[in-house]
């Protein structure tokens, strides 16, 4: 009797967590903000500082990113990047807001033969950690300021 208590509570709050999670398609997306990468995380590296001059904008399903990729290697063409500099349109778009007060965004965009897949959290005070990976390339995360 207790584990099926037990296991109607788990039910429960699992049900309340994804809930919470608010999925709408890329053409719903009515996201706009201005991210100032203050610094970035190569894979296996240090955190480094960076000059103010590279963001990451989202305006409407839009994303353009000016964004420096140190030591991004592509897997599949063994070609170096240096810069995820593009404007594409989201997909698969998902955002939440925990009970503190943390926004969290999920979307995927492509540009050219990559899908890349940003995850984006925001405190309170107003930090994003931006996190990106993909399956063909070196993941790398950056922290910045929203406007």
Not at 11 to 32: F, P, R
Not at 39 to 44: A, E, V
Not at 60 to 68: H, Q
Not at 82 to 95: G, H, I, P, Q, V
């Amino acid at each position: 009797m207790k584990q099926n208590v037990f296991s109607f509570l788990i039910l429960l709050l699992l049900t309340v967590a994804c809930s919470s999670s608010k999925n709408v398609t890329a053409a719903d997306v009515n996201v706009d903000m201005v991210i100032d990468m203050q610094s970035m995380q190569p894979l296996n590296a240090q955190w480094e500082y960076l000059e103010p001059v590279y963001r990451l904008e989202i305006h409407g399903n839009e994303v353009i990113s000016f964004l420096p990729y140190v030591w991004g290697r592509s897997i599949e063409k063994e070609v170096t990047m240096n810069m995820l500099d593009f404007t594409a349109k989201m997909r698969k778009y998902s955002s939440s807001v925990d009970r503190y007060g943390h926004k969290t965004y999920h979307f995927t965009v492509q540009q050219l033969a990559y899908y890349f897949h940003f995850d984006i959290s925001i405190n309170k005070q107003g930090v994003a950690l931006v996190e990106i990976t993909s399956d063909n390339c070196d993941p790398i995360s950056f922290e910045g300021k929203v406007r």
